[in-house]
Each structure stands twice: as C-alpha cells, then as structure tokens.
C-alpha cells in the first residue's frame, strides 16, 4: 500500500509557512489532490484528510487510534489543564460521564430562561449602541455567551469580570496557530511577546476560575449544577473526589470551550442576515409567530426551525472549530493510504465544508440546504462540532443559545452590511480579524 500522494510544492518545505501564514487557503488548495494529501513540512509526516469517509475513519471508527497527542493539544493542556477538552483514556470517560447529565435535553430546557435573560440584556444593548452607528457586535456576544455559560453550569454570576476574561481568552486564543504550527517553536519559557502574552492570559482566565470554584466550595447549600455535581463525584477505585486542581481544569475547560465558540458563530450569523435581508425577514417572522416579542423557551426553541438551518448554514461556512488535530497512534489505512504511525492528521473542517463536490455552488449562504425535507449530509462531510465520542458536549447548549439569540435580535432590528465580508483569523477558533460591525434599525 503506498503513501499519501505528497501536495505539489518546491522542495521539503514548501507548506510550512502557508501553513503558518494562510492555513485557510492551504486547506482549500491541498483539497484537489485527493481524499488525503500529504503536506511538505520538513520531516514531520502530516496529512490533510478531505474525504468524508476517511474523516470518519479518524473521529469514529477507528477512533482509539488516533489521539490528542498534538503540539496543539499541549499547548491546550499548559493553558487549560487536564480538562474534558484534552484528557484522554479512561480519565477523560469517567469526566465525561460525570458532566454529561447536565447536557441532557432536560438540564439544558431549564437553561433557556437564563439565556433569553441574557439574549434580551445584549439586545437592549445594542439598541442603545445602534442609535450612534454600526455596531461591533463580537465583544458584547462574547461576554454574554460567558455569562450564559457560568450561570447556567456553575451558577454564578461574572458580569463584573467577563471583560478581564474575554481579554485573557484573546491572549491565549490569538497565537494559539502560531505557536503550533511555527517550524521552530520557542519553548514557553522564552521571554518574548508571544510567550508574555500567553501566560497574562493564562493567569487572568485561571484566577478568576479558581475564584469560581473556591466560592462554590464556600456554599455547601447549592444543588444541581454542573460544578456541584464535579465537586460530588468520587473516583470509583479509590473513592476520592475531585481535587481543587481538576476541579478548576474542568471548570476552565468548560468555560473556555463553551463560549468564545459559540459567540463567534452568532457574530458570523449576523452577518450573513444583514447581507441577506430577505432571509433575516424570514428568520423575524418565525420569531414572532413562534414567540412574539420575548426570548422564546424550550419548548419554543424548538419550533425556530428556519432560525436553527441559519445557523446550520452559519457554522458551515463559518465553523468556529475550523481544524481538528491528531496524532495517529498505530499504523492505519485511511482511503487506501497507508497511515504510519507518529503521522500528524489535519482534518480541515473549514475546506470540508466548502468542497463544491460536497455542498453545490459552496459559497453561497443558504439556509435550505438544511431544511427538514433536504437530503442530511455525509456525517463525514458536516462536522460543526466534530463526530464519534469525542463530538462536542455542548452542541445542543450551543443550538439553544445561538438560536434563542438570533431569534430575538432578528425580531427586533433591521439589520445593515458594513463594508466587505469579514477578514478572516484562524487561531484557536475561526475569529473575525477586525471584529463584525454591523447596522441595527429597530424593527
Ligand atoms: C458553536 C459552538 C461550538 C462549537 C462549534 C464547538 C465545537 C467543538 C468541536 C469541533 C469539538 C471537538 C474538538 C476535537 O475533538 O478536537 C468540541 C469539543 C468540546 N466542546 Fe464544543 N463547540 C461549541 C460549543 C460548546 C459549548 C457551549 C460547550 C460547553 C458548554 C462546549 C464544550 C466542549 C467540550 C467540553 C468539548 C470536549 C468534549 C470531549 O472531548 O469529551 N462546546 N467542541
């Protein structure tokens, strides 16, 4: 069985600095050479995996195979800690099963009041900001997917310092790229910009986490949330639960993973609607007739049927999460290729999910590609949030929210393009590089 055909280049290595530089264009360019390309980076064996069934291979499949044993992943781990993000085996089953009830369909209905709370908060925002021009929308949806997210797991309130988090998250999210895919990395201890910046935001995102988790050790009377059921749970073998240490990786884990993520999605959406007028009518109209003025409930949530395809198309053509990194742990065949073992694997959800031969005339934003009587797609060809075990915990908690806020902010305001399409930065996540500004005329 031979080797993944190498992607044309000049030289050994030709691709490392595309992929330190445009790694988006990379993806796209490497997608033509077949289901898995192998990239010329110097010695390190790294394929880019386009074909649904070989993605599925990785994240379903033959998943014990191929591990989170990335530069990326520690990286991850310096910043986040052992958490459900990066642990992996055994350790990383029994915290995930210890989280999961809180993302059941029946913990997450009891979040939508929390978060209509939070969505109308951010709208009565943006109606005072509107009245003086465009407004960037992505500082605000991301404090308020902060504040969703530590209400509604760990019952706190953290208005008062979302904007010192949101800073310290951007410090750890920005040079996330750089760092992993740099060809000579500087070890973190290097004094340098990069490596300040890193460890300021580190510190401010663990501070204030350890700040959460001491003062829910401080209420013994709180029940039912997620960082109560954390504190409750015991090692089944030896019976101990959880040390203050792990207890802050999940909790910062969890915080982390669940809101930068899913406010950049609402900031891409919005976008796209005011881009697409006739579609953001649509989206109002199904608000009011589902829930007329208010932020709608669970119950409601799941009526926004045309609401929920806007943000499926969203995270297609915008998907926060854009690449997924392993490191394959035993020799493999992936679309008859021959996998070695040690291989780096890339799985470019972003160029994925625009291959013309996957999604007809890719470009285009429309929302019924997604409607109930449309044809599902490969699970290997949509993967907003990942496949197989390792599929993201928060989806439907991302749904929720996303769409309760889309929902409303539709139903209240008009809202006006500014200027291009947003420019691009792909670090940890896929960010608006110069924020998303956008007009908002109340309805
Ligand atoms: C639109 C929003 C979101 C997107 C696009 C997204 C995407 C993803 C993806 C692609 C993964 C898999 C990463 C990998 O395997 O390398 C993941 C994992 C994860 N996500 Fe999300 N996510 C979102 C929102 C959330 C929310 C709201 C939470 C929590 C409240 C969350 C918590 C997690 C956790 C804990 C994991 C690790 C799961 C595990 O391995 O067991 N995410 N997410």
């Not at 999210?173 to 000579?184: D, G, I, K, R």
């Not at 285009?364 to 699970?379: I, S």
């Not at 929720?400 to 929902?407: K, N, T």
């Amino acid at each position: 069985m031979s080797a993944p055909p190498l992607m044309p280049g000049d030289g050994k290595w030709s691709h490392a600095l595309p992929l330190v530089r445009d790694p988006l264009t990379l993806c796209e360019q490497a997608r033509p050479h077949g289901p898995v390309v192998a990239l010329r980076v110097g010695w390190a064996r790294m394929y880019m995996v386009n074909a649904p069934e070989a993605v599925r291979r990785v994240l379903v499949e033959n998943v014990g195979s191929y591990l989170k044993t990335t530069r990326g992943y520690d990286k991850l781990r310096l910043s986040l800690g052992n958490g459900l993000v990066t642990s992996e085996g055994d350790f990383w089953l029994r915290q995930r099963r210890i989280a999961q009830p809180a993302f059941r369909k029946k913990a997450l209905a009891g979040f939508a009041g929390i978060m209509g709370r939070h969505v109308e908060r951010a709208a009565g925002l943006f109606a005072a900001r509107a009245a003086e021009g465009p407004v960037d929308v992505v500082s605000p949806l991301n404090r308020m997917a902060l504040e969703i997210v530590a209400e509604a797991l760990f019952g706190a309130d953290v208005a008062d310092v979302s904007p010192r988090v949101e800073q310290g998250v951007n410090d750890l999210v920005e040079p996330f790229w750089l760092y992993t895919t740099a060809p000579y990395p500087w070890p973190e201890w290097v004094p340098r910009p990069l490596n300040w910046r890193f460890w300021r935001g580190r510190r401010v995102v663990r501070r204030e986490t350890r700040r959460l988790v001491a003062e829910a050790r401080r209420s013994p009377e709180r029940e039912g949330d997620l960082l109560t059921m954390l504190m409750g749970a015991t090692d089944p073998e030896t019976g101990e639960a959880m040390s203050d240490a792990q207890l802050i990786d999940e909790s910062l884990t969890l915080l982390g993973a669940g809101h930068e993520t899913t406010a950049n999605a609402m900031a891409f959406a919005l976008d796209l609607l005011a881009r697409h007028p006739e579609i953001a009518d649509r989206v109002a109209a199904e608000a009011e007739a589902v829930c007329g003025d208010g932020p709608p409930d669970a119950a409601q949530i799941g009526r926004l049927v045309y609401t929920r395809q806007v943000l499926d198309e969203t995270l297609r053509l915008y998907p926060p999460v854009w690449m997924i990194a392993r490191r394959a742990e035993a020799d493999d065949t992936l679309a008859g290729y021959a996998i070695d073992q040690g291989a780096f694997i890339l799985l470019p959800i972003w160029s994925i999910h625009r291959d013309p031969d996957l999604w007809p005339d890719p470009e285009r934003f429309d929302p019924d590609r997604f409607a109930p009587d449309a044809p599902t797609p490969d699970r290997g060809a949509y993967l907003p949030f990942s496949r197989g075990r390792r599929q993201c915990i928060g989806d439907r908690f991302a749904i929720m929210e996303a769409v309760s806020a889309l929902a409303v902010f539709c139903r209240r305001f008009a809202l006006t393009p500014v200027g291009a399409l947003p420019r691009l930065k792909p670090a940890l996540t896929l960010r608006p590089a110069d924020g998303i500004s956008v007009g908002m005329r109340p309805r």
